[in-house]
C-alpha cells in the first residue's frame, strides 16, 4: 500500500508541475500589459514602471516563471512584504497575497463539495441498493422513475425552484449563507443545506441507477451464488458479498466525477450567491486578475487530484489487485 500510494504522490508532483507550466505561460503570453491594468487608466509612464518593477513584469518570462514555481515551494518577497510558501504571488486587482484568497474562500467551496458528495453517495448509493432488493417491486419501480426524472434537471433551474419553495413561499428556511463550522456545526449545515440538497439531487439519480445495476450484476456472479448454496441468508449475502463487489465500478466513477462535483460546487456558488472560489475564480478573470486566476486554477488542480488519490485509495482497499497494477 506504501508503495502504491508513493507511486500516486509521484504521478501528482509531476502533473501539478505540468499543470502550472501550462497555466503560466498560457497567461503570460497574452498580448496584454498587466501593469497597465492594475495602474489604470490615469497612469503615469512613473508609476507604470514601478508597478511593472513591483509585480517582476520587468524580469525575463524565464526568470518569472522560475520565481513563480520556487515561490511555491520556499515563498517570495515582494513589496507588500514576504509571501510565505506556497506562495502564488500577489493579486494584480487588490495587492492581496493570492494564497490568503484562497484560504479565505475555500472553506465554503469545500462545504459545498464535500456535503453535496455525502448526501449523494448515502441516498443514491441507499436508493439504489434498496431497489436492487425490491427488483421488479413497486418500490423499485418508484425509485427507478424517481431517478431518471431527477437526472433531467440541472442547478440553475432546481436552484430557484428549491429558494422559491422553501425560502420565499413557506418561509421554513433563510437565503443560504454560509457559516465557518467551528462557531455553530447547526448553523454551518442549516445555511447550506438547500445548496446541498440541490446538488445532491443532481447527481443522487445517477449513482441510484448505477448503484442498482451493479448490485444486480454482483447478484448473478458465481460466488454470491455459491454462497447462498450454501445456505447463507440472503440479507448476509447481499450486504457481506455483493454489496463490496458493486462499489468498485462506483468509486471510479465518482474519481471521474469530482472535475464535475467542483464545477457544480461554482454553479451553486452563483445559484445561491455564494462568496467561494467559483465566484473568486469568475470575478478575477473579469477583472483581468491573472495571477488571482492562475492560483484558484492551480489550487483546484491540486484539490482534485487530491481527492483522486483518496478515491485510488479507497479502490486499492477494496479490490487488493489495483495495489500491484
Not at 467551528?182 to 447527481?203: D, K, R
Request: glycine fraction near 8%; proline fraction near 5%; hydrophobic fraction near 50%.
Amino acid at each position: 500500500m506504501l508503495q502504491f500510494l508513493i507511486r500516486r504522490l509521484i504521478g501528482a508532483v509531476v502533473i501539478m508541475f505540468l499543470i502550472g507550466a501550462f497555466t503560466f505561460f498560457l497567461f503570460y503570453t497574452i498580448p496584454q500589459d498587466f501593469a497597465a491594468l492594475s495602474c489604470g487608466k490615469n497612469c503615469s509612464p512613473e508609476n507604470l514602471a514601478v508597478i511593472r518593477e513591483n509585480l517582476g513584469l520587468d524580469k525575463p518570462i524565464t526568470t518569472q516563471f522560475w520565481e513563480f514555481m520556487t515561490g511555491i515551494v520556499t515563498g517570495r518577497d515582494f513589496p507588500q512584504g514576504h509571501c510565505s510558501a506556497p506562495c502564488l504571488g500577489v493579486s494584480f486587482d487588490s495587492g492581496n497575497f493570492v494564497w490568503d484568497s484562497i484560504v479565505d474562500r475555500f472553506p465554503l467551496t469545500l462545504s459545498l463539495t464535500v456535503g453535496g458528495l455525502v448526501i449523494f453517495l448515502v441516498v443514491g448509493l441507499g436508493s439504489g441498493m434498496l431497489a436492487a432488493w425490491k427488483r421488479g417491486t413497486v418500490v423499485d419501480k418508484i425509485v427507478s422513475g424517481a431517478s431518471i426524472v431527477l437526472s433531467s434537471f440541472q442547478i440553475y433551474l432546481l436552484g430557484p425552484i428549491a429558494l422559491g419553495i422553501f425560502v420565499y413561499s413557506s418561509g421554513l428556511l433563510d437565503n443560504p449563507k454560509y457559516y465557518p463550522f467551528t462557531e455553530n456545526p447547526a448553523t454551518w449545515a442549516l445555511g447550506l443545506l438547500i445548496p446541498w440538497a440541490v446538488m445532491a439531487t443532481i447527481f443522487t439519480a445517477q449513482y441510484t441507477r448505477m448503484s442498482r445495476s451493479t448490485m444486480i450484476e454482483q447478484l448473478q456472479e458465481e460466488h454470491v451464488r455459491t454462497a447462498r448454496a450454501k445456505g447463507m441468508s440472503r440479507s448476509y449475502v447481499f450486504f457481506r458479498y455483493a454489496w463490496r463487489g458493486s462499489l468498485i465500478p462506483i468509486v471510479t466513477i465518482i474519481g471521474m466525477d469530482l472535475s464535475a462535483l467542483l464545477a457544480g460546487a461554482v454553479v451553486t456558488e452563483f445559484t445561491f450567491d455564494l462568496p467561494g472560489l467559483g465566484r473568486l475564480a469568475v470575478d478575477s478573470s473579469i477583472n483581468k486578475d491573472l495571477p488571482l486566476t492562475m492560483g484558484v486554477m492551480l489550487f483546484g488542480a491540486f484539490f482534485i487530484l487530491l481527492l483522486n488519490i483518496v478515491v485510488d485509495l479507497a479502490y486499492a482497499y477494496i479490490d487488493p489487485r489495483v495495489r500491484l497494477s
